[in-house]
Each structure stands twice: as structure tokens, then as C-alpha cells.
């Protein structure tokens, strides 16, 4: 079945109340027009797992403006005001995580794993509530596994199957979000025939992806 859809049909498959996984470090990598259908649609009560939430003007930052989410997972929020302001407000529940944490929860949700062991946040307030777990004699916390119900990811090159090449750093977040949800939507910013990406430079397997929509330069 061809996975090419139009936007519309694309965010159709988001809809009020889902838990959303968006790709990008502070809108590097984001899926930026497809951000800026569901600010358009109004999609609302969302669950967000991100990086950040990137700046009032761009990226998940949009949607952030525009209220669409009723609960924020991600490492940090400095460079947005209104998540912030949100937070204080409890207009939005935000939850702060380590960076390589949260990224490692992600992974976890792909691969099928229970959880991670960190020692990362053992003694301070990120352990309250956490089971923790000793190993060789020293103190873990165990971290659950983190999926979605669609992800929406950004890659610079993709062939008609799904097979993903990407640029520089715009990679981050969107390999590990690719395997960690029910649905797949990749914003492509060039769709090209299928053998046009050399073998070694797909990244990621087009069999993670369900849906692509061409993004443009």
C-alpha cells in the first residue's frame, strides 16, 4: 500500500486526547508543517514526549501557545516562556526529565523492554515515587518505558518505503521515536524514488514508517 498521503489525511490520525511523540532538539528535526496543520485542526488534550518545547514561534512551541496540550513529558522548557508560565498556572502538567534519560526511556518503549536502570537523579527529587533498584552494590532507579500512540518525526531525504536519510543533527529524537509508537508519520523535506538513498546512509528502515508527507524545502 502506498505510504505518500496528503496533510490532511496525515494528521487525521491525531486526534484528541492521544499521547504524541514529537522528533526535534529546539525545532531542529521537527516535523514543522505538520506541527502547523494540528495548530490549524485544533487537535486538543494531547500528551506531548519531545526534547523541549522548543520557542513560542516554532515548533511544538506552536502548539504549546495554542493550549493543545494537556500534559508535557521532556527535558527541559527554557526556551519556551509560555511552558513555563503554564506550569505555574496548572494549565499544563509538566514533567521534567534528564535528557539522556528520557531518551533512553524512548528506546526502551521501541525495543520491548521493561524499563532502564540510571543512576541519574539517585538522592535528589527525580527518585520520588521511583523504585529503586541496587546492582554491584550501587543504587539505580528504575525508569518505565515511554511509546505513543503516533509519532511524528522529520527526515530530509525519504524514498517511497519509508527509508530515512538524515542530515547533520536533525537525526536526534526521531530514530528512537520511529520504533516507539503505534503509528508513524515522517514529514519529508524530499520524497525520492526507492534505491536513490545509498544502503549505508538509511538510518532509519522504511518498515517503521506508516505514513509520509511531503514537507518541501
Do not use: W
Not at 79 to 98: A, C, F, I, S, Y
Request: hydrophobic fraction near 40%; proline fraction near 3%.
Amino acid at each position: 500500500m502506498p505510504k505518500i498521503v496528503n496533510m490532511e489525511e496525515a494528521i487525521s490520525h491525531v486526534q484528541d486526547g492521544m499521547t504524541v511523540m514529537v522528533g526535534g532538539f529546539l525545532g531542529s528535526g521537527s516535523p514543522h508543517k505538520i506541527i502547523d496543520a494540528l495548530v490549524e485542526k485544533g487537535v486538543k488534550d494531547l500528551t506531548l514526549i519531545c526534547n523541549d518545547t522548543a520557542f513560542v514561534d516554532a515548533g511544538v512551541g506552536k502548539m504549546i501557545v495554542t493550549k493543545q496540550f494537556k500534559k508535557v513529558i521532556v527535558s527541559h522548557i527554557g526556551t519556551n516562556k509560555e511552558t513555563g508560565r503554564q506550569m505555574n498556572e496548572k494549565e499544563t502538567e509538566v514533567v521534567l526529565v534528564p535528557q539522556g534519560t528520557l531518551a533512553e526511556q524512548v528506546r526502551a518503549g521501541g525495543a520491548g523492554l521493561g524499563g532502564i536502570l540510571t543512576p541519574t537523579g539517585v538522592g535528589t527529587l527525580v527518585e520520588e515515587g521511583k523504585q529503586k533498584i541496587e546492582v554491584g552494590g550501587k543504587t539505580y532507579l528504575l525508569e518505565l518505558p515511554l511509546r505513543a500512540d503516533v509519532a511524528l518525526i522529520f527526515g530530509n531525504k525519504v524514498d517511497k518505503k519509508g527509508n530515512i536519510y538524515f542530515e547533520g543533527a536533525s537525526r536526534n529524537f526521531n530514530t528512537l521515536m520511529a520504533m516507539a509508537a503505534d503509528t508513524v508519520i515522517i514529514e519529508a523535506e524530499e520524497i525520492v524514488e526507492v534505491g536513490s538513498i545509498a544502503p549505508q546512509d538509511v538510518v532509519t528502515p522504511g518498515i517503521f514508517i506508516d505514513y509520509i508527507v511531503g514537507g518541501g524545502k
